[in-house]
C-alpha cells in the first residue's frame, strides 16, 4: 500500500469531525452542492438560443429594427 492506509484517513476523518463539527461540515455539503447546481444550470441555460433572445429583450426592454442613415449638413 501506499504512506496512508485505511487506519490514517479514518483518524483525519474523526479529527475533523471534532474540530468543525458534523452540523458545520453538512452546511458546508449544501452550500456547494448548491452551488454545483447552479452552476449546472446556468451553462445549460446559456447554451439555448431562446435564452439570448431574452437575456437582449429584457435588458433592453424590447426589440428595435431599423437602418442608422448619416446626417448630412445643409451649409
Given at each position: 500500500?501506499?504512506?496512508?492506509?485505511?487506519w490514517h484517513?479514518?483518524?483525519?476523518?474523526?479529527?475533523?469531525l471534532?474540530?468543525?463539527?458534523?452540523?458545520?461540515?453538512?452546511?458546508?455539503?449544501?452550500?456547494?452542492?448548491?452551488?454545483?447546481k447552479?452552476?449546472?444550470?446556468?451553462?445549460?441555460?446559456?447554451?439555448?438560443?431562446?435564452?439570448?433572445?431574452?437575456?437582449?429583450?429584457?435588458?433592453?426592454?424590447?426589440?428595435?429594427?431599423?437602418?442608422?442613415?448619416?446626417?448630412?449638413n445643409?451649409?
Open positions: 500500500m501506499g504512506a496512508w492506509s485505511i484517513w479514518l483518524v483525519v476523518l474523526v479529527i475533523v471534532l474540530v468543525f463539527g458534523t452540523k458545520k461540515l453538512r452546511n458546508i455539503g449544501q452550500d456547494v452542492g448548491g452551488a454545483v447552479g452552476f449546472k444550470d446556468g451553462m445549460k441555460d446559456a447554451n439555448s438560443p431562446e435564452t439570448e433572445t431574452k437575456q437582449v429583450e429584457n435588458q433592453t426592454g424590447a426589440t428595435i429594427e431599423g437602418e442608422a442613415r448619416k446626417e448630412q445643409k451649409s
